[in-house]
């Protein structure tokens, strides 16, 4: 029984203790207008310096609730890093935003952000519905990857995030990030 603890704890201190197997860096960020308007601008977010952190700044030109508007994500690599992106399985079709924000952006994003600090866009919880309307700053965001998956494609991976109301695009942002083995 002792030995079994102690393994136990053993194995949760390495997990603990325990770096992703990847590094994350932004490569690449380019924003797009709706189709028949634009209620969404990505246009002055860049990556900047040596360790391509985000920075600049978003508007939500409305308040976008559950009733009206989706957000949509389709995932493309490139494991050789060629720029031959190859369609993967991760998609999120398009999704009730506020639902959506509540899922990836919490578990993709919001743990890189202080709120304050990094980002003026509040928190997400719960009760974060609709998502609100304003002119949002990231500055020198680096994503921690703490809560992302173990198993992640290398290379490059690039995201096309579109906004949607009433099934018309209103803009959105794509991201390219590059996945690569963490060095010892």
């Excluded at 700044?57 to 976008?64: A, N, P, Q, R, T």
């Excluded at 959506?100 to 952000?113: A, E, G, I, L, R």
């Excluded at 500055?139 to 018309?168: C, H, M, S, Y």
Aim: glycine residues 6%; hydrophobic residues 40%.
């Amino acid at each position: 029984m002792k030995l079994t603890v102690v393994f136990l704890l053993l194995h949760l201190a390495h997990y603990i203790s325990c770096e992703k197997a990847y590094v994350v860096s932004n490569e690449q960020l380019e924003a797009f207008e709706g189709d028949s308007e634009s209620l969404v601008s990505f246009e002055t977010l860049r990556t900047i310096g040596e360790e391509r952190a985000l920075n600049g700044s978003f508007v939500f030109k409305g308040e976008m609730n559950n009733d009206d508007f989706k957000v949509s994500v389709e995932l493309y690599s490139s494991p050789q890093m060629d720029g031959d992106y190859k369609r993967i399985v991760f998609d999120v079709p398009p999704t009730n935003i506020c639902d959506c924000f509540k899922k990836f952006y919490v578990q993709f994003v919001q743990p890189s952000v202080q709120q304050g600090d990094v980002t003026n866009f509040p928190l997400v919880d719960e009760d974060s519905c609709p998502i609100p309307q304003g002119d949002f700053f990231i500055k020198t965001l680096i994503f921690n990857t703490e809560d992302w998956p173990d198993q992640v494609p290398r290379g490059l991976v690039k995201a096309i995030i579109t906004f949607w109301k009433a099934g018309e695009n209103v803009g959105g942002l794509i991201v390219v990030v590059r996945i690569e083995d963490r060095q010892s």
